[in-house]
């Protein structure tokens, strides 16, 4: 079975500065992870996913994401951030067929 | 690619009755999956298909849920004598289904509120 902890519901950060999302997960089968991004209003988008190979991921709009597999952790991290990165950003894990176990999900408030 | 389609976008029904939501995936996927949303959780896994075959059901699915995916193309999820506790969003989701692509690809979802 898998599981998949965001520790924070809400992170407050004011522009430009730097923000890490925390995600846990457990897995009992290979691990391919994932990060979505929710915008207001909007449906769920792929922000970047972990596979095999480096542990270091990146999205095209500066977000990475690094993979520990002795922590078990996949935390999102971006070093300046813009009032347009405000969303929901969810951490997910895959399974059998390939289906999705989600964390609760973490809101990325940025404020000027 | 015109990317995942889901109708209605909102529907509002009487406890008791019957809905039905539609979803139309990418066009060359062969993976679909319907997930739950509600307030303050992440989505939840409800049921999958390979083409037309129903292969994974989560028992969140209770009796009441039933889902089809004829010819492989479309899909519908029918909710029987709805319960407020129904309401949520529901998403489709669908992927191509390759070694090694394993992104899937969300629609807009389907409000449900049951009064």
């Known amino acids: 079975a898998q599981s998949v902890t965001q520790l924070d519901s809400q992170v407050p950060v004011f522009e430009e500065a730097p923000v890490e999302l925390r995600c846990n997960y457990s897995?009992?089968?290979?691990?391919?992870l994932f990060w979505y991004v929710q915008y207001p209003n909007q449906g769920l988008q792929l922000l970047l996913k972990y596979l095999s190979g480096s542990t270091l991921v990146e999205s095209i709009n500066g977000f990475e994401a690094e993979f520990n597999k002795s922590q078990t952790s996949f935390h999102l991290r971006k070093p300046s951030v813009h009032i347009s990165d405000t969303a929901e950003y969810f951490c997910a894990v895959s399974g059998r067929y390939s289906t999705l176990t989600f964390g609760k999900g973490t809101m990325l408030l940025v404020s000027p | 690619d015109t990317g995942v389609s889901q109708d209605p976008r909102h529907k509002i029904t009487k406890r008791g009755q019957n809905v039905t939501f539609r979803c139309d995936p990418i066009?060359?996927?062969?993976?679909l999956y319907w997930y739950r949303q509600t307030l303050g959780q992440g989505p939840e896994f409800l049921t999958y298909f390979q083409n037309e075959a129903q292969l994974e059901k989560s028992r969140l699915l209770s009796d009441r849920f039933s889902a089809e995916r004829p010819k492989g193309s479309f899909s519908t999820l029918e909710i029987q004598r709805t319960e407020q506790g129904d309401s949520a969003m529901y998403l489709c989701?669908?992927?191509?289904?390759?070694?090694?692509?394993?992104?899937?690809?969300f629609g807009p979802g389907t409000r449900l509120t049951v009064t």
């Open positions: 897995s009992s089968v290979s691990v391919y």
């Open positions: 066009s060359e996927h062969n993976r």
């Open positions: 989701a669908s992927s191509k289904g390759l070694a090694g692509s394993y992104e899937q690809y």
